[in-house]
């Protein structure tokens, strides 16, 4: 049996947006009509989608954030209370630039922490963790550990969000004290063994 999805009466909802099976929108939601969302999402409350967006399955978007168009969201990320994506490299009030929007990516089972900034044109790579209050202003490998303004890498994470006891670069192995998968670092790339 597939779950409904639940769209508090506060919230709007354009026509033609597309949600999956099993999403819940909570108080004061905006979906815009072209959003592309998949199934199991969550959007609490205040959250505001664009038009050019899509979202993957098992989303999870906390309070008072907006999701911009030409973002990307892939499966299973993770975007903390009031974190900010932008479109625009260099805004002016005065000035229209919607044709120039930078396109960003957040790869799968990212996660990207409280009241952080994702500034547009970048990726953040899979399983990536984005402290709280971090400001990104370029691509974060898989797995990275950043913070800091700007965003530094500090260590490395595992799939399920455990601390690796490894450098920040160099060589090393090391076991998720969670679920005792295995990583292997070589210099800057982190990869799952098993």
């Known amino acids: 049996m597939t779950a409904a999805t639940t769209i508090h009466p506060s919230a709007i909802v354009d026509d033609g947006a597309q949600l999956g099976a099993g ?22 409350q205040g959250v505001y989608v664009g038009n050019d967006v899509a979202i993957g399955d098992n989303v999870k978007i906390q309070n008072n954030v907006s999701v911009y168009d030409a973002v ?34 957040v790869q799968r089972g990212a996660t990207l922490g409280a009241n952080c900034t994702i500034v547009c044109g970048t990726t953040v790579g899979a399983f990536a963790f984005v402290g709280a209050g971090a ?13 800091g303004v ?8 595992s799939r399920h969000g455990e601390r690796l006891a490894l450098p920040a670069s160099g060589d090393g192995q090391a076991t998720c004290p969670a679920t005792g998968e295995r990583y292997r670092l070589a210099g800057d790339v982190l990869t799952l063994i098993d």
């Open 23 to 44: 999403c819940r929108v909570w108080h004061w939601v905006h979906i815009s009509g072209g959003a592309r969302i998949g199934r199991g999402c969550s959007f609490g």
């Open 72 to 105: 990307t969201l892939e499966d299973d990320v993770f975007c903390g209370p009031s974190m900010v994506f932008t479109n625009v490299h260099n805004p002016r009030a005065a000035v229209v630039r919607k044709a120039e929007y930078r396109r960003t990516l």
């Open 135 to 147: 400001v990104v202003s370029r691509d974060v490998p898989a797995f990275a550990l950043v913070v």
């Open 150 to 157: 700007p965003a530094q890498r500090i260590g490395w994470m």
